[in-house]
Each structure stands twice: as structure tokens, then as C-alpha cells.
């Protein structure tokens, strides 16, 4: 087997790759050698991972059968209430055989329901982007401090639905092929705290916040719906879907060069205070700044400020308002010099 073609395999095609699912079924020596090599090498580890806790469920499930000190105690109860006669002891048998096999039958439908509202859950720390590849190739660009959940059982649901919590950068893979047809399968959802979003393949930003949410298209169109207010719009290029705990859901212009510049690391700045730079920041990395001067949280800025590391952002912030920095355990202080 060659490694290479494993390192741009989505979930789907590992599930349906023979090698894969003979390595996850009967775990050959052979196999667990070329997979265990191939973890501490690949650079495509989320989706390998995911297929691989999939079939962990499928291959690792155990029939679970009624507790043995209960079956004894319930044909012993059933034993002494009925004659001794053969042909009564034959029935209480069948009694037996018919109790164990309607736990087992529960037992496994538990599972089932189990599994089906199971999910897989993927989350960025403080200071950490992440790119994940959902099942059906969608990608997910993942900001800071955010998480991203979908079934566990993608592939089985016939749908592509997930739950954001933050901020995330999706490039939604298009399925439909018969624009006047269109499945339930083709439609790809994301849902946030504030935001039900529907599209069927497209390129767009999402974040969910602090009780505010926005959505901003780069390609395509979306269909946003607000949880809150219940107000719908279609959003067409150039444009962002925006709601806070002040304001119902509204469109507005927007450049989407601008929205989704972190995911390069980066903020535009137009005409943008200070103090929404810092409510940012608090947000990346989970430290707050505190201003001497409150004077300075109204300064506005205007050009690219890189995010890629606290230190960065702290000394474009020092020289724009001619501050000097202190550290302490939980907050850092910027003092006009």
C-alpha cells in the first residue's frame, strides 16, 4: 500500500477503502504496521480519524443481553409458580428464550437510537485555527476558541447538517445536479446559537458571539433565518446577514475579503475602534486588556493588523497608541507612555 493517495481522502473514501476497513476489522500485523506508520506521518489525520472512530462503533458493538443474576432470578420465580410437569417446564423454556431475546432486541435498538444522535466534535483552544474536511469534502476553516459537531453518522443520515459555536469559514461542496430536483442530501446546514443557514454549495463566513451572529457570503447564495426574531433573508455576494442582542437580523454591505481575512491570520481595519480590536483579541486568546486612558478605546484604525500570535497584535496595538505593556497572571495593561 502507498501512503500518498491516503493524504487526500475524506472520511467517506477511507470507509470505503478495502485496505482501511480490513485493518479496522481483522487488524493484521501487516496492516497495523502500515497504519500506525502512516498516523505519525499524514498530514490528513481528521479525516482518517473520523473514519476511524466510525467503524471503532460498528466492528466494537456487543450484544448486550440481560444481567445473569436476573434471568436466574426471574426463571426461578417463573419455576416455582407452575407445575413441575414436563410439558410445563417445556413451556416456562420458551418463556425464558422469548424474555432474553426481547432484552436483546431492546438492547440493540438502545444502541441504535444511540447512534443516531450521536456526533464527532472538533474544537480549536485559544490561538488555534484548525481545518477540518467533513465527510461529503466540505471544508471547515475553524477560528480560535470555536468547535464544529456533525453525526457521527454522516454517511447513514442522508443529510449534511452541522452546529457551529464561534466562528468558522466553510467551502460547501455542491451536490445537487438537477437545480429543479433538489434533495434533502443536497442541502448542506449550519446552525448556531442565533442563525439556521441553508445552502447547497457555496464559499461563506459565520460567527456566533457574545449574543451577536453574522454570516458573510464570498460566492453563491445562502439562505439565513434567524432563531431570535424569526426573520428571513437570501444573501447574495458582497453582502452580510447581521442580528445582535440590540438589533433584529438585517443585510447589509460587506467586503468578504475582510470578514474572512483570519483565516490567513489577519484583521482588516476600516475605520474600526480600538476597543472592538480588543473585544477580538479577548475572544482569540482569552486574555483582556485593560486601558489607562479610556480615551483610547475610541482611536480607530485603518489597514491590516496580523492576529497570528498575542505578541503581534500587542505591538501594533503599543505603537498605535504610543503605549508601553504590562503582563500580569490574568490581564494585560496598556499605559500611555
Do not use: C
Amino acid at each position: 500500500m502507498q501512503t500518498e493517495k491516503y493524504q487526500s481522502y475524506t472520511t467517506e473514501d477511507f470507509l470505503n477503502d478495502p485496505d482501511f476497513i480490513r485493518f479496522m476489522k481483522h487488524s493484521n500485523a501487516d496492516d497495523i504496521q502500515f497504519w500506525t506508520a502512516f498516523e505519525k506521518e499524514s498530514s490528513n489525520l481528521d479525516a482518517y480519524l473520523a473514519a476511524e472512530k466510525e467503524l471503532k462503533f460498528i466492528y466494537t458493538a456487543e450484544r448486550i443481553t440481560m444481567p445473569a443474576a436476573f434471568e436466574t432470578h426471574l426463571l426461578g420465580r417463573i419455576t416455582q409458580s407452575v407445575d413441575q410437569q414436563q410439558q410445563k417446564k417445556t413451556s416456562l423454556r420458551r418463556l425464558y428464550i422469548t424474555i432474553s431475546s426481547a432484552a436483546a432486541v431492546l438492547a440493540f435498538v438502545a444502541l441504535g437510537f444511540w447512534l443516531n444522535g450521536a456526533s464527532i466534535t472538533v474544537s480549536t483552544n485559544y490561538g488555534e485555527r484548525k481545518s477540518v474536511t467533513l465527510p461529503d469534502g466540505t471544508l471547515v476553516v475553524l477560528n480560535a476558541n470555536s468547535s464544529i459537531s456533525y453525526p457521527l453518522l454522516w454517511r447513514l443520515k442522508h443529510e449534511r447538517k452541522v452546529e457551529l459555536k464561534g466562528e468558522a469559514y466553510f467551502k460547501v461542496v455542491h451536490l445537487n445536479k438537477n437545480p429543479k430536483q433538489i434533495t434533502a442530501r443536497d442541502r448542506f446546514r449550519v446552525q448556531t446559537e442565533r442563525l439556521h443557514i441553508e445552502v447547497l454549495g457555496t464559499e461563506f463566513d459565520v460567527k456566533d458571539r457574545n449574543q451577536t451572529a453574522k454570516i458573510s457570503l464570498t460566492k453563491g447564495s445562502v439562505s439565513v433565518l434567524s432563531l431570535i426574531s424569526g426573520k428571513h433573508y437570501i444573501l447574495k455576494p458582497k453582502q452580510m446577514a447581521l442580528e445582535t442582542s440590540e438589533e433584529d437580523l438585517k443585510i447589509i454591505a460587506a467586503d468578504p475579503t475582510v470578514e474572512h481575512a483570519w483565516v490567513d491570520g489577519n484583521r482588516k481595519m476600516q475605520k474600526t475602534q480600538v476597543k472592538e480590536v480588543l473585544q477580538e483579541f479577548e475572544e482569540i486568546y482569552g486574555h483582556r486588556i485593560v486601558l489607562n486612558d479610556p480615551e483610547m478605546a475610541n482611536v480607530q484604525i485603518d489597514g491590516t493588523i496580523s492576529f497570528n500570535s498575542e505578541d503581534e497584535v500587542l505591538f501594533t496595538l503599543a505603537n498605535i497608541l504610543n503605549a508601553n505593556v504590562k503582563k500580569d497572571s490574568t490581564t494585560i495593561t496598556l499605559e500611555p507612555k
